[in-house]
T-cell receptor, first 111, second 113 residues
């Protein structure tokens, strides 16, 4: 079967760093995506990892360990506008291109 | 470059009516995906289409739901004889090929009364 797990909610303080974890179980794993979704809006693409290691993109970084079935999204210098849901999604070779999404982690940034 | 366009943004239907949701992919994108999102739930894959072809419909309910992506015009997700359980946000996404990230539209929020 295919399964994506991530925490339901997290709270952090403006200016701080937060790490959102994601574990996955997919057959024929072929990449891990992170999306940001503000309430009532479209998910927007943040990052994509297919090889082990850290990908850095400004204040956001994403890490992947294929052997552990584990990824995290790291957000630095948190801003109030970062309050949103963060969706972890995995692609498998047999999925014809579609993504399997976790339920999302709702991040609340407090002043 | 316009993003993925979905309409209507909100749709209210009575039980038993039909709902038609439209999606125009980003320019240059020929791959279209439909997802459904229930409150407090993740995005659930429904169907993946390329122009005039259904590639994967493994997430579509067997009855009442259908999708198409004609040679000309938007992709259409059609729900016949809607029931209250169909109330959800329906998101369309597109990509230029199978390997690229999906770009999502703002969704259609369907409410069945």
């Amino acid at each position: 079967g295919q399964n994506i797990d991530q925490p339901t909610e997290m709270t952090a303080t403006e200016g701080a760093i937060v790490q959102i974890n994601c574990t996955y179980q997919t057959s024929g794993f072929n990449g891990l995506f992170w999306y940001q979704q503000h309430a009532g809006e479209a998910p927007t693409f943040l990052s994509y990892n297919v090889l082990d290691g850290l990908e850095e993109k400004g204040r956001f970084s994403s890490f992947l360990s294929r052997s552990k079935g584990y990824s995290y999204l790291l957000l630095k210098e948190l801003q109030m506008k970062d309050s949103a849901s963060y969706l972890c999604a995995a692609k498998s070779r047999g999925s014809q291109g579609n993504l399997i999404f976790g339920k999302g982690t709702k991040l609340s940034v407090k002043p | 470059n316009a993003g993925v366009m979905q309409n209507p943004r909100h749709l209210v239907r009575r039980r038993g009516q039909e709902a038609r949701l439209r999606c125009s992919p980003m320019k240059g994108h020929s791959h279209v995906y439909w997802y459904r999102q229930l409150p407090e739930e993740g995005l659930k894959f429904m169907v993946y289409l390329q122009k005039e072809n259904i590639i994967d419909e493994s997430g579509m309910p067997k009855e009442r739901f259908s999708a198409e992506f004609p040679k000309e015009g938007p992709s259409i997700l059609r729900i016949q004889q809607v029931v209250r359980g169909d109330s959800a946000a329906y998101f369309c996404a597109s990509s230029p090929d199978r390997g690229s990230p999906l770009h999502f539209g703002n969704g259609t929020r369907l409410t069945v009364t």
